[in-house]
């Protein structure tokens, strides 16, 4: 256990240094519109270089789907901006159709984008995949149909080693048919589409025998987890099936008995004692007072209590998504000034770590 919360230090080390980018473009395809240097995803990947930042817009079309054989940061603004009443002057989240990453993407970030259903197919290493939607919603308000569609994340190469997938909602882990190294799973919402039905054994996370992958943190709403001799820690299944095969798991939380109740499990636990269960799509995951998650986690004590679900641990969820990035969200420019009367200007800039 130890070794395995080590790596998970090293890779969130590994990651945590961004290269210095060459120029930044600024896509927007709101309808009207005449700023920004591009409206499609692949279209600015080709004309980008090596090391450059994306920035897309909100906006209600979307920007497409993307191949890349370059190392790309991507950032989009977040998603539920509206339903969290995220003062964003644009509440309007930035729509992809999926994106490939190929050999030459190596070190490329994924942070803020709206899958809405689609995939990140991941061909290469090292690869940093936050704060994303990878779900459709129903429009229902109960918790468990909420997640109606899903998107997937592919480990789809041999070469999908060092890949750090955290703090992203609704979506589903594949991977099969390739051993991998480095793989941490952290602080995401993980489901299998509602459309097959709350009580769906379809797999939200199938990935293969000699993988070697860390999941902290995370909240499992249902479907059924595949993995072997992978370490599960402070995780909460809402309701599915963990296939053991060799797994180590402590502290984690089930409504049946998925985990067992040795190393620090504990099953057979009410939900609905669990989580707020209010609010926005994703706030709504926050543990209530009095939460039997409360404390439950890995090397908690009394003075220093650790939390499991994916509000807690060294990346936990940001509601919405948002980038850790200034945002402006504010602007008063005065409309008339002099010389002896310069015109005043009010910015008003939120930033989220």
Do not use: C
């Not at 896509?27 to 700023?35: A, E, K, Q, R, Y």
């Not at 950032?75 to 309007?92: D, R, V």
């Not at 040795?262 to 009410?270: F, H, T």
């Not at 939460?291 to 003075?303: D, F, H, L, R, V």
């Amino acid at each position: 256990m130890k070794q395995l919360l080590l790596l998970s230090g090293l890779l969130l080390g590994f990651f945590s240094t961004h290269t210095v980018v060459a120029k930044i473009w600024r896509l927007n395809n709101n309808p009207g519109t005449t700023t920004g240097d591009f409206k499609a995803l692949q279209e600015a990947h080709d004309a980008a270089s090596t090391g450059d930042t994306l920035y897309l817009e909100g906006s209600p079309n979307h920007y497409g789907s993307l191949s890349s054989s370059k190392k790309l940061i991507i950032i989009g603004p977040g998603y539920y901006l509206a339903e969290n009443s995220i003062s964003n002057i644009n509440t309007a989240s930035a729509l992809v159709q999926g994106i490939v990453l190929s050999d030459g993407a190596q070190g490329s970030e994924i942070i803020g984008l709206d899958f809405f259903g689609n995939s990140v197919d991941i061909r290469t290493s090292d690869i940093f995949i936050r704060r994303n939607k990878f779900n459709n919603n129903s429009g229902d308000s109960n918790l468990e149909q909420l997640i109606w569609g899903t998107g997937r994340i592919y480990l789809n190469s041999s070469t999908a080693n060092n890949i750090f997938i955290t703090q992203n909602f609704g979506l589903e882990i594949h991977g099969p048919s390739y051993a991998n190294t480095g793989i941490l799973i952290t602080n995401n919402l993980i489901a299998s589409p509602g459309y097959y039905g709350e009580d769906n054994t379809q797999l939200s996370v199938n990935i293969n025998a000699f993988t070697m992958a860390v999941f902290q943190n995370n909240i499992f709403l249902r479907g059924t987890v595949s993995s072997h001799r992978a370490s599960f820690t402070n995780n909460i299944m809402v309701k599915g099936f963990f296939e053991e095969r060799e797994n180590m798991a402590s502290n984690n939380l089930g409504n049946a008995a998925q985990f067992g109740t040795a190393d620090g499990n504990k099953s057979n636990i009410d939900m609905s004692t669990v989580f707020n269960g209010t609010d926005s799509p994703d706030d709504r995951w926050r543990l209530k007072a009095g939460s039997p998650a409360i404390g439950a986690g890995y090397g908690s004590t009394s003075a220093k209590p650790v939390d499991a679900g994916m509000f807690w641990g060294n990346t936990p969820y940001r509601i919405s998504g948002l980038p850790g990035i200034p945002v402006i969200y504010f602007i008063n420019v005065q409309s008339v000034g002099s010389n002896t009367d310069p015109i005043d200007v009010t910015v008003k800039v939120r930033s989220t770590n």
